[in-house]
């Protein structure tokens, strides 16, 4: 596989990483073993630790958080007015989808960061034509 100096992470990548049970974990155990420099949103860390907390409990969703202080390669870009505003365009022009605002800033930090790579299993993220790391469709 190919090593891209950058990569842009979802939820999905995360919840695949961390939850044994998901089918693509064996596929981000690999990923993360060696990662490039990964980039995600504050609003992915937000959505991750929810997912933890009503799939699994406190202590589970505190070890997201304590893998995501951990990953030395992870910048998290900050949710700001501008970028709502450059997400709220590509909502716009994906009303076709059910497009969540995570999602839209998502493609709109690939874009800005012109990211080649996006690691997730929701094909959402692959509507700018960002190609999706992923072992399922």
């Known amino acids: 596989m190919v090593k891209n100096t950058r990569a842009y992470v979802d ?17 981000f155990v690999e990923l993360f073993s060696d990662p490039p420099r990964l980039l995600t949103s504050s609003l992915v ?3 991750g630790q929810a ?3 009503r799939r699994y409990d ?3 969703a505190l070890r997201f958080l304590s893998f995501i202080n951990s990953l030395v390669a992870l910048e998290i870009d900050p ?3 501008r970028l709502i505003h ?8 994906f ?14 930090l690939m874009s800005r960061n012109r990211i080649q790579t996006c690691w997730s299993t929701d094909r959402h993220l692959g ?10 469709q």
């Open 79 to 81: 949710v700001d007015k």
């Open 58 to 60: 406190t202590r589970r």
């Open 51 to 53: 997912w933890f907390l």
């Open 86 to 93: 450059e997400a709220s365009v590509l909502l716009q022009r």
């Open 45 to 47: 860390i937000s959505e």
């Open 95 to 108: 009303s076709d989808q059910e497009l969540s605002l995570t999602d839209a800033v998502g493609l709109a």
């Open 11 to 27: 939820t999905s990548a995360f919840i695949a990483l961390l939850d044994k049970s998901d089918l693509d974990n064996p596929l």
């Open 127 to 136: 509507l700018t034509g960002v190609p999706l790391v992923k072992a399922h």
